[in-house]
């Protein structure tokens, strides 16, 4: 079965300084994509960035860049210069490009930002 | 703009009762999904839909049952025998091409038990 671990239930991270959030999954499938998505206090999912297995080059999406570890089933997520904004409960999610393309979530990481 | 309506956006249930989440999109996405998320662990899937009028079962779909008989609609009832509803419940849905693109959301409908 395929599984995603979130192991860090909480972080912290001082305003403009840089955070990163880990996730390890489990699959036996080659073809495969990854996700990270935000849920702020208003609970609406965001997503923040995504990366396909087949693509060696690790995902940037301004602030936001992931670590794609292909072989170790690693796929941590890297905020820079952080924002008061980016406080918010953070989800890595991984989908098999099978028969029923089922998102499968970790068990999130709470972030919060100090000022 | 193209989006997923989710209503009631709160919900209060009394033991014994049915009661029915409505998921709306009109983003002409052949895919839905329900999940339930409680607090420590994480979203987890109830039931999904890829095409009108078929459905599967997700990991938890005890208690729980849906119907799909129009694409922009995927309506989840959680009945009387879901022994533990309270929580926050997410609609999603997905377009067939681009999946790199993830899913897409609503606001989601939190249910109480009172």
């Known amino acids: 079965a395929q599984t995603v671990t979130q192991s860090q239930p909480e972080m912290s991270v001082q305003e403009a300084e840089t955070v990163t959030l880990s996730c390890t999954y489990d699959?036996?499938?080659?073809?495969?994509?990854l996700f990270w998505y935000k849920q702020p206090p208003s609970r609406q999912m965001i997503l923040v960035i995504r990366q396909e297995a087949y693509k060696q080059q690790n995902a940037t999406e301004n602030r936001f860049s992931v670590n794609f570890q292909k072989a170790a089933k690693s796929f941590s997520l890297k905020i820079s210069d952080s924002q008061l904004g980016d406080a918010a409960m953070y989800f890595c999610a991984y989908m098999w490009r099978g028969a029923t393309n089922k998102l499968i979530f970790g068990t999130g990481t709470l972030l919060a930002v100090q000022p | 703009d193209g989006g997923i309506t989710q209503s009631p956006k709160y919900l209060f249930r009394k033991e014994g009762q049915n009661v029915t989440l409505s998921c709306e999109q009109n983003l002409n996405h052949d895919a839905m999904y329900w999940y339930r998320q409680d607090p420590g662990q994480g979203l987890r899937l109830i039931y999904y839909?890829?095409?009108?009028?078929?459905?599967q079962k997700g990991d938890i779909a005890e208690g729980y049952s849906v119907s799909r008989e129009k694409k922009e609609s995927f309506p989840l009832t959680v009945t009387s025998a879901q022994k533990n509803p309270t929580a926050f419940y997410l609609c999603?849905?997905?377009?067939?091409?681009?999946?790199?693109?993830?899913?897409?959301f609503g606001s989601g409908t939190r249910l109480t038990v009172v």
């Open positions: 999603a849905s997905r377009e067939s091409v681009g999946l790199s693109y993830g899913y897409t």
């Open positions: 839909s890829q095409i009108v009028n078929d459905f």
């Open positions: 699959t036996s499938e080659s073809d495969y994509y």
